[in-house]
């Protein structure tokens, strides 16, 4: 029992560690699935960015650059999705799978440009953990929760901030609007192109921030598809948790969890290729309706074209 | 009508025909290879240079064109897999997890219960195009009884089947050598020669599966079903056809395809399964497919392009110090533009594109 109640604390915080990279992206994913354009580019928006926080920060002896180069990569790559899909109307599908592949190729092309070498860069600045008085000091949980890094902090404002505004203001009523019934947000007077730019554009600055988590918080250096897939599982958690900011995040918790499980005692009783294909597996239990439909937005995957 | 008459409009409906099929791909190759160059200068190289040593290395030589072969045979198959689906109007992102479906099967035949010689070839291809079939028809099954979206659980399961192929291979298979991954296999497909290098018969199985995939199409009945599915899924149903069927009929051919190119790969190329397994042949594949709009002819062109660019971007590598990434950045940015409407619009003009276009406006992108 002593020993359960000892385990309690690291496991908590390695599914926040886990969690962190799948939420942000998760959440982000929200905003341009609820807009109407399909992002399955995730995975390449990560790991671009992943890349770029790591050079910036490198080059510029800081993380908070690394941070900015983040954000930049991440939104870039999102500008050229929604470039493509909303404004030139190529497939979604297809421009996503571009992004990834081209996220894929370009780190070893510029490793070998700018460090004579692939595969991993140097050693990058990373976030030390900070641990906030008082809450830290909260029994078991403490610990876990406020002895993170500045990514996992900024993470716990931008969930309630995601709610916040895609169902309480304006902005978010317009999104949700697009990816529903586009004709009629444009018979309103609003820019349906517009709204979709914004959501993949906060798609994009949001995976770029969990794409970061990876190289400059669990590690301090970028190795080549070092997101190993985390994108699509944050798309999983996207689904999962229903296109909700809320569910998304709740989804992406359950999977840092069953993989803090995992990895913790998951050595010698299921091969970690089985624990690893959990939130692929319930995703798909999900999509066939175990415990209800998941219904996407109605207008989502079709590019609009003003008649 | 006279004669000249008849056979110009024949000539001008193989040039409307030809544009339509070629406009897309062409605009979207001359474009990448032109931000390909961009790439190259600014890295301080010479973009000719850096093109020719590209060419040279795809098609200059003995061994350069039988690299190229070796590149493009598991695309064709990859390709299809992507295409035959397609043509029913479904998405099939899950190349890769069939094509380790596919990689695995004939690693743990081959190195267990299989002999030697062609009489195993052959029945290693024929369970791969079994064991690709049911993982294809998982998805299909999933859209046809449930209506999960197959863009997603053909991505989840690529994971899966990825994971699954890996355990395979480093447990109940496993070779237990200086390499993870299973021991070689006993049956081998046999070599060309002629100093083509490392290409081999597999390219024959990838070219007779493209025939294959064509004479299905478009020369039996299951074919028309799929493409009436495809063009018109309510007067399909309308007209008696079986929309959960053919849904996942189409997803199992595909996954079928994708898992045979895997085998090759194991029986062909590398003789093994190791882990990790290269691939990315799969996502590869989708833009073999869109370059080839759908067609079979046109996928093994596609899978040549491919092929030889990242054939020839090792002698590109060597020669001038641009980086071999370069391909496959390259591809990536076809694929960007490869269904982009708008932006051959922008380049050409809405009116003209529409006039080349004129006729059939079909769903295919």
Same mark, same amino acid.
């Given at each position: 029992?002593?020993?359960?109640?000892?385990?309690?604390?690291?496991?908590?915080? %390695?599914?926040?560690?886990?969690?962190?990279?799948?939420? @942000?992206?998760?959440?982000?994913?929200?905003?341009?699935?609820?807009?109407?354009?399909?992002?399955?580019?995730?995975?390449?928006?990560?790991?671009?960015?992943?890349?770029?926080?790591?050079?910036? =920060?490198?080059?510029?002896?800081?993380?908070?650059?690394?941070?900015?180069?983040?954000?930049?990569?991440?939104?870039?790559?999102?500008?050229?999705?929604?470039?493509?899909?909303?404004?030139?109307?190529?497939?979604?599908?297809?421009? *996503?799978?571009?992004?990834?592949?081209?996220?894929?190729?370009?780190?070893?092309?510029?490793?070998?440009?700018?460090?004579?070498?692939? *595969?991993?860069?140097?050693?990058?600045?990373?976030?030390?953990?900070?641990?906030?008085?008082?809450?830290?000091?909260?029994?078991?949980?403490?610990?876990?929760?406020?002895?993170?890094?500045?990514?996992?902090?900024?993470? $716990?404002?931008?969930?309630?901030?995601? $709610?916040?505004?895609?169902? /309480?203001?304006?902005?978010?009523?317009?999104?949700?609007?697009? %990816?529903?019934?586009?004709?009629?947000?444009?018979?309103?007077?609003?820019?349906?192109?517009?709204?979709?730019?914004?959501?993949?554009?906060?798609?994009?600055?949001?995976?770029?921030?969990?794409?970061?988590?990876?190289?400059?918080?669990?590690?301090?250096?970028?190795?080549?598809?070092?997101?190993?897939?985390?994108?699509?599982?944050?798309?999983?958690?996207?689904?999962?948790?229903?296109?909700?900011?809320?569910?998304?995040?709740?989804?992406?918790?359950?999977?840092?969890?069953?993989?803090?499980?995992?990895?913790?005692?998951?050595?010698?009783?299921?091969?970690?290729?089985?624990?690893?294909?959990?939130?692929?597996?319930?995703?798909?239990?999900?999509?066939?309706?175990?415990?209800?439909?998941?219904?996407?937005?109605?207008?989502?995957?079709?590019?609009?074209? /003003?008649? | 009508?006279?004669?000249?008459?008849?056979?110009?409009?024949?000539?001008?409906?193989?040039?409307? =025909?030809?544009?339509?099929?070629?406009?897309?791909?062409?605009?979207?190759?001359?474009?990448?290879?032109?931000? %390909?160059?961009?790439?190259?200068?600014?890295?301080?190289?010479?973009?000719?240079?850096? $093109? !020719?040593? &590209?060419?040279?290395?795809?098609?200059?030589?003995?061994?350069?064109?039988?690299?190229?072969?070796?590149?493009?045979?598991?695309?064709?198959?990859?390709? @299809?897999?992507?295409?035959?689906?397609?043509?029913?109007?479904?998405?099939?992102?899950? !190349?890769?997890?069939? @094509?380790?479906?596919?990689?695995?099967?004939?690693?743990?035949?081959?190195?267990?219960?299989?002999?030697?010689?062609?009489?195993?070839?052959?029945?290693?291809? &024929?369970?791969?195009?079994?064991?690709?079939?049911?993982?294809?028809?998982?998805?299909?099954?999933? /859209?046809?009884?449930?209506?999960?979206?197959?863009?997603?659980?053909?991505?989840? &399961?690529?994971?899966? !089947?990825?994971?699954?192929?890996?355990?395979?291979?480093?447990?109940?298979?496993?070779?237990?050598?200086?390499?993870? !991954?299973? =021991?070689?296999?006993?049956?081998?497909?046999?070599?060309?020669?002629?100093?083509?290098?490392?290409?081999?018969?597999?390219?024959?199985?990838?070219?007779?599966?493209?025939?294959?995939?064509?004479?299905?199409?478009?020369?039996?009945?299951?074919?028309?079903?799929?493409?009436?599915? #495809?063009?018109?899924?309510?007067?399909?149903?309308?007209?008696?056809?079986?929309?959960? @069927?053919?849904?996942?009929?189409?997803?199992?051919?595909?996954?079928?395809?994708?898992?045979?190119?895997?085998?090759?790969?194991?029986?062909?190329?590398?003789?093994?399964?190791?882990?990790?397994?290269?691939?990315?042949? #799969?996502?590869?594949?989708?833009?073999?497919?869109?370059?080839?709009?759908?067609?079979?002819?046109?996928?093994?062109?596609?899978?040549?392009?491919?092929?030889?660019?990242?054939?020839?971007?090792?002698?590109?590598?060597?020669?001038?110090?641009?980086?071999?990434?370069?391909?496959?950045?390259?591809?990536?940015?076809?694929?960007?533009?490869?269904?982009?409407?708008?932006?051959?619009?922008?380049?050409?003009?809405?009116?003209?594109?529409?006039?080349?276009?004129?006729?059939?406006?079909?769903?295919?992108?």
């Amino acid at each position: 029992m002593a020993d359960f109640v000892g385990q309690i604390t690291p496991l908590l915080s %390695g599914t926040i560690s886990n969690a962190t990279p799948l939420i @942000l992206t998760a959440v982000g994913a929200v905003f341009s699935e609820r807009s109407g354009v399909m992002n399955i580019g995730l995975e390449g928006m990560m790991l671009i960015s992943a890349f770029a926080g790591a050079v910036g =920060g490198y080059f510029a002896g800081s993380v908070w650059v690394g941070l900015l180069f983040a954000l930049l990569a991440g939104l870039v790559f999102a500008l050229i999705h929604a470039l493509m899909c909303v404004t030139f109307e190529a497939d979604q599908i297809i421009s *996503g799978t571009a992004i990834n592949l081209l996220a894929l190729a370009a780190p070893g092309f510029i490793m070998l440009i700018i460090f004579g070498h692939k *595969g991993t860069t140097p050693t990058v600045p990373n976030f030390n953990n900070l641990s906030i008085p008082l809450l830290s000091r909260i029994p078991f949980a403490g610990p876990a929760l406020f002895d993170q890094d500045a990514i996992v902090y900024i993470m $716990y404002l931008l969930i309630p901030l995601a $709610y916040f505004v895609l169902f /309480k203001t304006s902005f978010g009523l317009r999104l949700r609007a697009t %990816g529903e019934s586009p004709e009629s947000v444009d018979v309103a007077g609003i820019s349906v192109s517009r709204m979709r730019y914004y959501g993949v554009a906060i798609s994009g600055v949001m995976a770029g921030l969990g794409g970061l988590y990876l190289s400059t918080g669990l590690l301090s250096a970028f190795t080549e598809n070092m997101t190993g897939g985390r994108g699509f599982i944050a798309l999983a958690a996207m689904i999962f948790g229903r296109w909700h900011p809320i569910g998304a995040t709740l989804a992406a918790l359950l999977f840092g969890f069953a993989e803090a499980v995992a990895t913790r005692y998951g050595q010698g009783f299921v091969p970690v290729e089985f624990s690893q294909m959990i939130p692929y597996v319930l995703t798909i239990l999900v999509l066939a309706g175990v415990g209800g439909r998941a219904i996407p937005p109605a207008a989502i995957g079709r590019p609009y074209r /003003k008649e | 009508m006279s004669a000249a008459g008849v056979t110009g409009s024949f000539a001008r409906r193989l040039l409307v =025909g030809s544009i339509r099929a070629l406009l897309f791909p062409v605009v979207a190759i001359v474009l990448a290879l032109v931000i %390909g160059a961009i790439i190259v200068a600014a890295t301080g190289n010479n973009p000719a240079a850096a $093109y !020719g040593a &590209l060419l040279d290395g795809a098609f200059g030589s003995a061994p350069a064109v039988g690299r190229t072969l070796v590149n493009a045979t598991p695309l064709v198959l990859t390709g @299809l897999a992507f295409a035959i689906p397609f043509r029913a109007s479904m998405f099939n992102i899950g !190349g890769e997890g069939q @094509l380790f479906i596919g990689a695995i099967t004939a690693a743990a035949l081959g190195t267990t219960v299989a002999g030697s010689g062609v009489v195993w070839v052959a029945i290693i291809i &024929l369970a791969c195009l079994a064991a690709g079939f049911l993982w294809g028809a998982i998805p299909g099954l999933l /859209k046809a009884r449930f209506g999960a979206h197959e863009v997603i659980t053909t991505i989840m &399961l690529n994971y899966v !089947g990825i994971n699954l192929a890996y355990w395979l291979a480093q447990h109940p298979f496993s070779g237990h050598g200086t390499v993870p !991954g299973t =021991g070689f296999v006993s049956a081998r497909l046999a070599y060309f020669g002629g100093g083509l290098g490392q290409a081999n018969y597999g390219s024959l199985v990838a070219i007779l599966a493209a025939v294959a995939a064509y004479l299905l199409l478009w020369r039996t009945t299951l074919g028309y079903t799929l493409r009436a599915v #495809g063009h018109s899924p309510e007067a399909a149903r309308y007209a008696g056809m079986s929309l959960g @069927l053919s849904t996942t009929l189409a997803m199992a051919i595909g996954g079928a395809f994708a898992a045979v190119g895997g085998g090759i790969e194991v029986i062909g190329t590398f003789g093994s399964m190791s882990v990790p397994f290269v691939s990315n042949l #799969g996502f590869n594949g989708i833009g073999v497919a869109m370059l080839g709009r759908n067609h079979p002819a046109g996928i093994v062109l596609g899978a040549l392009l491919l092929g030889a660019l990242q054939g020839g971007a090792q002698q590109m590598q060597f020669a001038t110090q641009v980086p071999l990434d370069l391909a496959n950045v390259i591809i990536a940015i076809i694929l960007l533009f490869v269904t982009a409407v708008g932006l051959v619009e922008l380049l050409i003009g809405r009116k003209r594109l529409r006039a080349m276009l004129s006729g059939r406006r079909g769903k295919e992108a």
